[in-house]
C-alpha cells in the first residue's frame, strides 16, 4: 500500500461510513471520468484518424444507466472533443424519446464504441467511413474503464457496431431482447438513431416503425430500472 493509498485509507476510517467500500468508489467517480477523458483526447493508436475530432465520456459518472453510441457523426466534425449525439439531429431525436418518456438525464452516462471521427481522405475531401475492427478493438479498453469505474445497473447498445463489441449478431433481430454484460449487467441493444435517420432520409417505408420500435427499447430499460431501483429516480414522472 502506497503514501496516498494510506491517506485515502485513513479519510474512510474517520467518516466511519458503513460501506466504506461504495463510498470511496462514488467519491473518486468523477476523477474517474476526467481521468479517461484526457487519456481519450491525447490518444494516438490509430494513426488515420487519431489527430481530429475526440468523442469523450459525457453524462452524470455517477449515473445508474451507461448509453453506448457507435462513432463521431459527421456534424460533429471539426470540434477538438464532443459528447456522443451532442449538437447533431440525431442527438435532437434520441433527446426528444427521452424527455417523452420523462426520463431523468442526470442518471445517463454517454459514450462512444469508437472515439475519433473515422474518415478517408478522397480528391483531398475527408468523407466519414465505418470504424475498423481495430480501431473498435483499441477503443474497447475506454468502455472497459468505463464499465469498471462507474458500475451502471444496466446499458444501452445503440447500434450494430456498439452491440456487436459484446454480443454478434444483428441489431433488427437482436434489439428489445436482454442479456447480461460480465454475468450481472442487464443490457438491450436497439438502434442507432443514426440508422433511423438514414433510413429516414432515404424514405424507407418502415421508418415509422424503426422509432415506434426504438421509443418502445427505450421505454422497456427505464421502466423496469425504476422498478428495480426506485431510489435512484430514472423516471421523473
Not at 62 to 89: C, D, R, W
Not at 216 to 235: C, G, H, M, N, T
Request: hydrophobic share 35%; with cysteine.
Amino acid at each position: 500500500m502506497d503514501d496516498i493509498q494510506k491517506q485515502i485509507l485513513e479519510l474512510a476510517r474517520k467518516a466511519n461510513v458503513p460501506d466504506p467500500v461504495h463510498y470511496v468508489d462514488y467519491a473518486v467517480e468523477e476523477l474517474a471520468k476526467d481521468k479517461v477523458n484526457e487519456i481519450i483526447r491525447t490518444c494516438d493508436c490509430c494513426e488515420e484518424c487519431c489527430h481530429g475530432t475526440k468523442s469523450i465520456v459525457g453524462g452524470n459518472p455517477h449515473g445508474s444507466i451507461l448509453m453506448i453510441g457507435e462513432y463521431v457523426l459527421e456534424e460533429q466534425n471539426g470540434s477538438k472533443a464532443v459528447i456522443p449525439f451532442e449538437g447533431t439531429p440525431e442527438g435532437q431525436m434520441i433527446h426528444s424519446v427521452l424527455n417523452s418518456l420523462h426520463v431523468n438525464e442526470e442518471q445517463l452516462i454517454w459514450m462512444n464504441v469508437v472515439n475519433c471521427y473515422t474518415h478517408k481522405v478522397i480528391n483531398g475531401k475527408s468523407l466519414k467511413r465505418a470504424p475498423k475492427t481495430s480501431e473498435q478493438e483499441t477503443c474497447q479498453l475506454y468502455i472497459d474503464y468505463a464499465i469498471n469505474s462507474f458500475k451502471p445497473l444496466y446499458i444501452v447498445l445503440l447500434g450494430n457496431i456498439a452491440m456487436n463489441v459484446f454480443k454478434k449478431g444483428v441489431v433488427k433481430q437482436e434489439r428489445g431482447k436482454w442479456f447480461y454484460i460480465r454475468d450481472s449487467i442487464k443490457t438491450m441493444p436497439t438502434y442507432s438513431p443514426m440508422y433511423i435517420r438514414q433510413m429516414e432520409e432515404i424514405g424507407d417505408e418502415f421508418v415509422e416503425d424503426y422509432r415506434k420500435e426504438f421509443q418502445e427499447d427505450l421505454s422497456k430499460v427505464f421502466k423496469e430500472a425504476q422498478e428495480e431501483y426506485p431510489e435512484s429516480d430514472i423516471l421523473l414522472a
